[in-house]
């Protein structure tokens, strides 16, 4: 037990997860939830010093002030919730144009993100032409013919991912006029008619900078705060601003890239399905990277099927990712086989240190139900030594490779410069310090032994999954939120999350499945059953008016 408590505590260093939560065990039921007040979090900075709101809304200023609140609410009953294919659905309906979608969820980043009572700092910035690409859209689909299920769909990105309609800020004062190209996946979502909504807040640099700051917290974008318990709950990290809009409906789905977590955990921790894909399958190119060994970029969404027609909407081999080039031909369509998604003869491993947690247990009696079978076993207890030297190598290479292939012209081109210009104004750019940035550039290794460190973590992680499901025959291994996306992201093994309730103080958790490379399909299949038969996400209260 002492051994999987400080891998847990490495991959909830590493991968942004919540660092005090997930210490209590859960009840099984949202009624169950204590009644005494939590005592709100105190933050040593919350909004941010760098958006300014009149210029961030001045495109919309007249299409919102003529979208009335009477539509808006006649709306707010089919979209709150709603998935892609039911937004498809009432559009191709005529209930419904791309250009309402749109004002619908820009009224709500209005109402909700920024300087109010109920605040989530989530969104950065926005794509100010998306209101008359919208209306492209609508002209388009008067021409008829079978479209991507994203076409004229909303997509919010974290904001370490390149798109032309924005900088790409990793959260960071010194990318502040960081203008590029469109990422690879940005441009494949593009070609399948996905419209670009914004950028998204993140733990500044995907959490690998300041070591003992909040997540959800960048010198951009300020804290981004749980709509489940704001001030109270973690929103988990790194891409904590694409899980926070999803969550609230400010976006009907999202990006976000995770190195180890950070796509997993904010997903679990905002009642959210996340999946990490094998390393290959998404191009990384045009992203911000910690490491080009373990960096992936993935889907948020509220449900499965919206999960695998982003996914879906993203594939596409890229020449400049050396991953992408050697990796298979990725399928373009996940979301077709999941309506008579099943478990029958489905094997699962649940890891007997987690059965304390009766959501944990519930999630496994859904299971169950839903036909698979599972078996109870005791973890391997595998180190992952080196993990953190891994980034720091990684990262001291990758990011001048991203300033020098895919960054606009930001006078940077090192982890050192960046230190530098950060001391500058530390108040302003690095309040919480930035102690992991400085273990970069302490940091080296000779090749032989940073291939060395990569191939002991890749084998260590593939023995946490391998000696089980060869042992017991399965499938997959089942876990919660990011506990073991350490072992997973070493590995290079896919892994899906997906809502299975609220624990006794009212916060989110996710049943997450992790399965080996090219698993897909599988993992997304699985999930869809597990998701029919449990329906554990709920919209946060306070966000659905």
Request: hydrophobic share 35%.
């Amino acid at each position: 037990m002492k051994k999987f408590l400080l891998l847990l505590s490495i991959s909830l260093f590493i991968a942004c997860g919540d660092k005090e939560a997930e210490k209590e065990t859960s009840e099984t039921d949202k009624d169950t939830i204590s009644q005494s007040e939590p005592e709100e979090r105190e933050y040593k900075v919350l909004d941010s010093e760098f958006i300014l709101l009149d210029s961030l809304w001045a495109p919309f200023e007249q299409e919102l002030a003529e979208f009335s609140e009477d539509r808006y609410s006649e709306l707010e009953g089919d979209l709150l919730e709603a998935d892609i294919p039911t937004i498809q659905e009432n559009i191709k309906n005529g209930d419904l144009s791309y250009e309402e979608l749109t004002l619908f969820y820009l009224h709500r980043i209005k109402k909700y993100d920024r300087e109010n009572e109920l605040s989530l700092n989530s969104i950065i910035s926005l794509n100010k032409d998306i209101l008359k690409e919208a209306r492209e859209k609508d002209e388009a689909m008067k021409n008829g013919g079978d479209r991507h299920p994203i076409f004229g769909i909303p997509v919010l990105l974290k904001d370490n991912i390149n798109a032309e309609i924005a900088s790409t800020t990793a959260g960071s004062v010194a990318l502040q006029d960081n203008q590029t190209d469109d990422a690879y996946i940005v441009e494949q979502m593009k070609k399948n008619g996905a419209l670009i909504l914004g950028k998204a807040n993140l733990s500044e640099w995907a959490y690998f900078f300041c070591g003992d700051c909040p997540s959800g917290y960048s010198a951009i974008g300020g804290q981004t705060l749980n709509p489940y318990g704001r001030k109270i709950f973690d929103t988990g990290g790194s891409s904590s601003g694409s899980a926070v809009a999803v969550a609230a409906n400010l976006a009907p789905v999202a990006i976000g890239s995770e190195t180890s977590g950070s796509i997993l955990s904010p997903s679990s921790q905002n009642s959210l399905v996340g999946l990490k894909p094998t390393i290959g399958l998404l191009s990384r190119s045009g992203i911000v990277p910690i490491s080009g060994t373990l960096d992936t970029p993935g889907p948020i969404t509220k449900s499965v099927v919206d999960n695998a027609i982003l996914l879906s909407a993203m594939t596409g081999k890229d020449a400049t990712d050396p991953a992408s080039e050697v990796f298979a031909a990725p399928v373009n369509d996940y979301y077709s086989a999941l309506e008579n998604a099943n478990l029958e003869g489905k094997r699962f491993g649940a890891i007997k240190e987690l059965m304390e947690d009766t959501l944990y247990v519930r999630a496994v009696e859904d299971l169950r139900k839903a036909g698979a079978e599972v078996v109870e076993f005791e973890a391997e207890e595998v180190e992952l030594p080196n993990f953190v030297r891994l980034l720091n190598l990684d990262m001291k290479t990758d990011l001048p490779e991203y300033f020098d292939k895919y960054g606009g012209n930001t006078g940077f081109s090192s982890v050192e410069d960046l230190v530098k210009f950060n001391i500058e104004d530390s108040t302003l750019r690095m309040p919480y310090g930035q102690a992991l940035f400085e273990g970069i550039l302490q940091d080296s290794a000779s090749e032989e032994d940073f291939a060395a460190i990569k191939d002991t973590l890749n084998r260590n992680g593939k023995q946490f999954f391998d000696v089980p499901m060869k042992e017991h025959d399965l499938d997959a291994v089942l876990s919660i939120n990011n506990y073991h996306a350490s072992f997973a992201a070493v590995a290079k093994y896919p892994a899906i999350t997906v809502p299975m309730g609220f624990d006794q103080d009212g916060a989110p958790k996710g049943l997450t499945m992790i399965t080996t490379p090219n698993g897909e399909q599988d993992l997304l299949t699985w999930a869809a059953a597990y998701e029919k038969q449990s329906k554990r996400r709920e919209a946060p209260e306070k966000y659905t008016d």
